[in-house]
T-cell receptor, first 120, second 113 residues
Framework: DSGVTQTPKHLITATGQRVTLRCSPRSGDLSVYWYQQSLDQGLQFLIH???????AKGNILERFSAQQFPDLHSELNLSSLELGDSALYFC???????????????????FGAGSRLTVL | AQTVTQSQPEMSVQEAETVTLSCTYD???????LFWYKQPPSRQMILVIR??????QNATENRFSVNFQKAAKSFSLKISDSQLGDTAMYFCAFRERGNKLVFGAGTILRVKS
């Protein structure tokens, strides 16, 4: 158990629907990252939140959105789902940012087990 | 943009032997981190080893070690005494400013008995 909890583990839905994936970071971790792993695109960075604020965006579609709540858990919302959105969605968390992290090397991403989304 | 290239889509190794997985990257930054992550059939992403670019000494973690060549922008992973449990997809990753990880396409490693 990595300490990063993702729910649901598996989700099957239909095209056009909307789903929400949830992530609870490791205790004490302030940063949450979302990644998408599909067969043809590999691991793609979607978005990064730090202590409730969006810090970086990757190749995240406009149909997708995310947020991090005051208790530091995060949700990834996927709407108007298409067949191509079928993928494994990972959440990862880390604690430090900035100079302290670079020196200590503590800023390692710890991944959850992923949420497998199948769009039919 | 930083890129990470893993040129070996698949590799096989006999149990107890040594195998090396290749990784090259492209960056204009001077300070950065490199990682190898393992993804077994369970799909969990597991950190194997990390290397700080400002350290010249190659990182080692038990049977896992890296050959970090900063000038060549190369970061290979050596697995010694391969075990069946090492069978997995291995991803090389580069950490950009702001801690976003950029991953390579992965190498599937099969350890044969």
């Amino acid at each position: 158990d990595s300490g990063v909890t993702q729910t649901p583990k598996h989700l099957i839905t239909a095209t056009g629907q909307r789903v929400t994936l949830r992530c609870s970071p490791r205790s004490g971790d302030l940063s949450v990252y979302w990644y998408q792993q599909s067969l043809d695109q590999g691991l793609q960075f979607l978005i990064h939140y730090y202590n409730g604020e969006e810090r970086a965006k990757g190749n995240i579609l406009e149909r997708f959105s995310a947020q991090q709540f005051p208790d530091l858990h995060s949700e990834l919302n996927l709407s108007s789902l298409e067949l191509g959105d079928s993928a494994l969605y990972f959440c990862a968390s880390s604690h430090y940012r900035g100079r302290e992290a670079r020196i200590s090397g503590a800023n390692v991403l710890t991944f959850g087990a992923g949420s497998r989304l199948t769009v039919l | 943009a930083q890129t990470v290239t893993q040129s070996q889509p698949e590799m096989s190794v006999q149990e107890a032997e040594t195998v090396t997985l290749s990784c090259t990257y492209d960056t204009s930054e001077n300070n950065y981190y490199l990682f190898w992550y393992k993804q077994p059939p369970s799909r969990q992403m597991i950190l194997v080893i990390r290397q700080e670019a400002y350290k010249q000494q190659n990182a080692t973690e038990n049977r896992f070690s890296v050959n970090f060549q900063k000038a060549a922008k190369s970061f290979s992973l050596k697995i010694s005494d391969s075990q069946l449990g090492d069978t997995a997809m291995y991803f090389c990753a580069f950490r950009e400013r702001g801690n976003k990880l950029v991953f390579g396409a992965g190498t599937i490693l099969r350890v044969k008995s």
